[in-house]
């Protein structure tokens, strides 16, 4: 269901069983921060960004263009995620 932050962390967490793909660590990282699991949350950003830090919002849009984007970019916004590629 839409805007399910408890059930998008633990679909993300499953799917990271069958591929390590990025948008899945996104999507883990966006859901801990909607769920208010700070800590959790900037832990798996620095990770995420250790292992691609050519991430941004800006450069990941092209990647969900369905309805669940907006509710992921809000996740990622709230912990930090960067906005533009670093230089």
Known sequence: ERGDDVAALEWFGRSLTASDWTLTHMGIVAALALLGRTTEARSAL??????APQLSL???????RNGG????????RRI????????
Not at 46 to 51: E, G, M, Q, S, Y
Not at 58 to 64: D, K, L, N, V
Not at 69 to 76: C, T
Not at 80 to 87: H, L, R, S, T
Request: net charge positive.
């Open 58 to 64: 800006s450069a990941g849009t092209h990647w969900w």
């Open 46 to 51: 620095d990770r995420l960004l250790a292992r």
């Open 69 to 76: 984007w907006p509710r992921m970019r809000e996740g990622l």
């Open 80 to 87: 930090g995620f960067p906005e533009a590629i670093p230089v």
